[in-house]
């Protein structure tokens, strides 16, 4: 499986082809986002039922827990079907709900047809640094042996969860 | 940097100083490679901004970044490739039911 990366200092790139036309291509990305989303980025206290995108600027991206609880952690900024999406991003470095919008930043999606049959997905999440306020705290804390960051144990959480 | 994880090895060493700092003696004593391979991999790591070090007397003591952008990214950069696997999986999956 290969997905291509590469990365500025406040943007990542990826993009993957798949053997899909370009409609199925965009498609599956919008309706279908909670088949493929790792199951380990759950933001509620419960289990997902479902993941829905609703098609249309002005939309939310949202997962609706077992238990009817819902979490809005994206807003639909663009809706060009089948060539373009682009989300915010409404999740902390924490990976909470981040409820301030100038702290969030954006993922821009692109379909671009290889051949009837092939589709290049160009993802870029882009403005990471609207992010950073609040960790210059959080850096301050980190002097001592013992300071390490919330966000470094979560990470190493992650890591444990999906190996 | 998702690629700089993706070896077992730099991913272990990268979680042992997540939990604390440690020097090169000390990560090999913990894990089943030589010296000079943990070296090797913490060249890597420091070189995409996930570990940093610092002399201390005779010898070096390395340490998990606290870079929140860092970290941001790592963490994303996990998130998207995996995100984009299981799409790929799916789509493909899909495309093959409806031929």
Known sequence: ?163 | MWTALGDPTRKAIFELLLERPRAVVELAGELPVSRPAVSQHLRVLKDVGLVMDQPNGTRRIYRAHPDGLATLRTDLERYWGKTLANYKAVVEQATEESE
């Open chain 1, 1 to 163: 499986m290969s997905t291509n990366t590469q990365m500025t200092a406040t943007t990542i790139r990826s993009s993957i082809v798949v053997d899909a036309p370009i409609d199925r291509a965009f498609r599956v990305f919008t309706e279908d986002f909670g088949a493929f989303k790792p199951a380990s980025h759950n933001l509620l206290a419960v289990e997902i039922a479902e993941t829905v995108f609703e098609p249309h600027v002005g939309g939310y991206l949202y997962d609706r827990g077992v238990d009817g609880s819902e979490c809005r952690w994206a807003r639909v900024l663009a809706y060009e079907p089948p060539d373009r999406v682009v989300i915010s991003w409404d999740i902390s470095p924490y990976w909470q709900l981040e409820t301030d919008p100038e702290k969030t930043s954006e993922v821009e999606v692109r379909f671009v047809a290889e051949t009837d049959k092939r589709t290049r997905v160009e993802l870029e999440h882009r403005h990471l640094d609207r992010h950073g306020e609040g960790w210059q705290g959080l850096r301050e804390g980190v002097g001592g042996e013992e300071g390490w960051p919330l966000y470094l144990r979560r990470y190493a959480d992650v890591i444990a969860k999906e190996s």
